[in-house]
């Protein structure tokens, strides 16, 4: 039996889980406080306190260092490279220190799983799976429509991938021989299209495809350009950016960023209805067009995410789409399950695992 401790930053919380191969013994979320967060100019700058936590976490369940098999660490904002489970390094630990492009809670995971594996006897591995920068796209998904700007592959890797791995195993099928079409459902939406274990094309959920819970997807081009020239000595550049992704979406419209709430507001609201229902028909079109890209051979269109909860919801969708193909739903996000379970492939050599080789690994 392998025990794997799992490590998943978020902006305001750490989730932290102990595994015993493929079964979840002990969880927890642990809220930071507004002061502890404003507090740290940058992220880096919540190492030691982040790293309390799990220190923290394994002197409360009486659980050493040297009894743990690996870390299983979410994925910072790393270069573009492939989905798989990677071994992490010095040098993958310095770019997340020093180079990382974007600023982001989960680029501590990493760092801290590192520094604490040193503390353990028997060179204890620490893993990352399916990061949020992983890029399989086909050549034509890169073209955008002008040469100065590429499509980049930024998705809710993670997540969907496992889903995929509960999906073909569900299908009894290998997973590297399964399409899919996965919808990720969440505070920013991601539609792919993956093709035998590689996802070929999906949508950046900050600034493509369907608009969602606070985010707006993709704008008409024309009328945005007309606005940003109209507005732009009035609003400072993350004005322009909060108004796209926090500020976009359900929120825009409705003045709420939960489903649940818009849920309620449309049974008595025919607005808020309509507007319910628009999302779940851009998602539905974007559902569509990566089915196209699969040629329409599907072995299923699985939805995932969040609002994967609500059945209502994902009624709107499928009867747009179940002519498709089957429809699989996995409500919520399985982050640390998909960060355990690829761990625990990496242990058992089921797959093979990756070595950082540094920035320009694709």
């Not at 982040?50 to 994925?75: M, P, T």
């Not at 590689?198 to 704008?219: C, H, K, W, Y």
């Not at 067009?289 to 699969?294: D, E």
Request: hydrophobic share 40%.
């Amino acid at each position: 039996m392998y025990k794997i401790l799992v490590i998943n930053p978020g902006a305001t919380s750490t989730k932290l889980s102990l595994f015993e191969d493929e079964k979840e013994v002990i969880s927890e979320s642990i809220e930071h406080s507004v002061s502890e967060i404003e507090n740290c100019k940058t992220i880096m700058d919540q190492l030691p306190f982040r790293k309390k936590c799990v220190e923290d976490f394994l002197k409360r369940y009486n659980i050493s260092i040297n009894e743990l098999d690996a870390i299983a660490a979410r994925g910072g904002i790393l270069p573009p490279m492939k989905s798989g489970t990677y071994q992490v390094n010095e040098d993958m630990v310095n770019y997340l220190k020093t180079k990382t492009r974007v600023e982001h809670a989960s680029n501590l995971a990493a760092v801290i799983a590192f520094e604490l594996s040193k503390n353990s006897s028997k060179g204890l591995p620490v893993f990352i799976t399916d990061p949020i920068s992983v890029d399989e796209f086909i050549p034509e998904a890169r073209i955008s429509g002008i040469p100065q700007l590429e499509r980049h592959s930024l998705f809710h890797a993670l997540n969907m991938k496992i889903v995929a791995r509960f999906a073909a195993k569900e299908l009894n099928k290998e997973y590297e021989k399964c399409n899919f079409v996965i919808a990720h459902l969440g505070g920013g939406i991601s539609v792919g299209a993956q093709r035998k274990g590689l996802m070929i094309d999906v949508n950046n959920a900050t600034d493509e495809g369907p608009f969602s819970s606070q985010r707006t997807g993709e704008l008409p081009m024309g009328d945005l350009a007309k606005w940003i020239f109209k507005n732009m000595h009035s609003y400072s550049k993350n004005d322009v950016k909060s108004t796209f992704v926090g500020k976009g979406g359900l929120f825009a419209y409705l003045k709420t960023a939960s489903l649940k709430d818009a849920l309620k507001l449309a049974e008595k609201d025919e607005y808020a209805k309509l507007i319910v229902e628009a999302m779940a028909y851009q998602v539905s079109k974007e559902i569509g067009g990566m089915a196209a890209i699969l040629g329409g051979d599907l072995d299923a269109i699985i939805l995932t995410g969040g609002m994967a909860h609500s059945d209502y919801f994902v009624e709107l969708i499928k009867r747009r789409i179940d002519k498709l193909g089957v429809v699989m739903v996995y409500p919520g996000a399985y982050e640390m399950e998909g960060l355990a379970l690829g761990a625990l492939r990496a242990l058992e050599q089921l797959e093979d695992t990756k070595i950082w080789e540094g920035e320009n690994i694709l």
